[in-house]
């Protein structure tokens, strides 16, 4: 939500992006989805609200990018590789913390990996740095005060949950949440105050 507007990415079925756009003031959707020009080949994405941007990153053949849209001029930036080299990642989370972005990605090795940006100094950190995990297959993240919660759903049915202190810069140990699911397919997760 940037001022009570809800802005909404999915990818079609080709791997395109589209955007919508929910007007909570004028109480009303746009009438269709809009195909965003660059995204083609896309199989995950996320996003997170930035001052006045969504901050959208997507994986595309096992390679992480990141684009932002400018609500203010309605206009995409041009996709960019997010620094650090993965590849084989096949699952993608966002959070904010702050002026900073937190991103985590199942890499090919079913580990959790982590990148983070600044994105008012427009610098990445040089590196992902794997926090682990094992035969993980999904992953969702939400923010809440200096931390950022990571849940993760595995090949063995559990979901897992990990979380990273940003003061301190430390992750903490993966903890399992109670109860045994089959063949678990998505996972989401939100706090609120």
């Given at each position: 939500m940037i001022n009570n507007v809800l802005?909404?990415?999915?990818?079609?079925?080709?791997?395109?992006?589209?955007?919508?756009?929910?007007?909570?003031?004028?109480?009303?959707w746009n009438t269709n989805w809009t195909p965003v020009a660059g995204g083609v080949g896309l199989t995950s994405i996320s996003s997170v609200k930035a001052g006045p941007f969504v901050r959208l990153v997507g994986i595309n053949a096992g390679k992480v990018y990141g684009r932002d849209f400018d609500t203010r001029s309605n206009?995409?930036?041009?996709?960019?590789?997010?620094?650090?080299?993965?590849?084989?990642?096949?699952?993608i989370t966002t959070a904010r913390v702050g002026h900073t972005l937190q991103v985590q990605v199942i890499g090919s090795?079913?580990?959790?990996?982590?990148?983070?940006?600044?994105?008012?100094?427009?610098?990445?950190?040089?590196?992902?740095?794997?926090?682990?995990?094992?035969?993980?297959?999904?992953?969702?993240s939400a923010s809440a005060a200096d931390n950022?919660?990571?849940?993760?759903?595995g090949t063995d049915g559990q979901v897992q949950n990990i979380a990273l202190d940003t003061t301190t810069g430390s992750?903490?140990?993966?903890?399992?949440?109670?109860?045994?699911?089959?063949?678990?397919?998505?996972?989401?997760?939100?706090?609120?105050?």
């Amino acid at each position: 939500m940037i001022n009570n507007v809800l802005y909404v990415q999915v990818i079609g079925s080709s791997g395109d992006l589209y955007t919508q756009t929910g007007d909570y003031n004028a109480g009303r959707w746009n009438t269709n989805w809009t195909p965003v020009a660059g995204g083609v080949g896309l199989t995950s994405i996320s996003s997170v609200k930035a001052g006045p941007f969504v901050r959208l990153v997507g994986i595309n053949a096992g390679k992480v990018y990141g684009r932002d849209f400018d609500t203010r001029s309605n206009t995409w930036t041009v996709w960019g590789e997010v620094p650090g080299g993965i590849t084989g990642a096949k699952d993608i989370t966002t959070a904010r913390v702050g002026h900073t972005l937190q991103v985590q990605v199942i890499g090919s090795d079913g580990a959790l990996h982590n990148q983070s940006a600044d994105y008012l100094a427009g610098v990445w950190n040089p590196a992902w740095s794997k926090t682990g995990g094992t035969g993980l297959t999904r992953v969702t993240s939400a923010s809440a005060a200096d931390n950022v919660h990571v849940y993760a759903t595995g090949t063995d049915g559990q979901v897992q949950n990990i979380a990273l202190d940003t003061t301190t810069g430390s992750w903490t140990g993966w903890n399992k949440i109670p109860g045994t699911l089959t063949n678990p397919a998505d996972i989401t997760a939100t706090t609120t105050k």
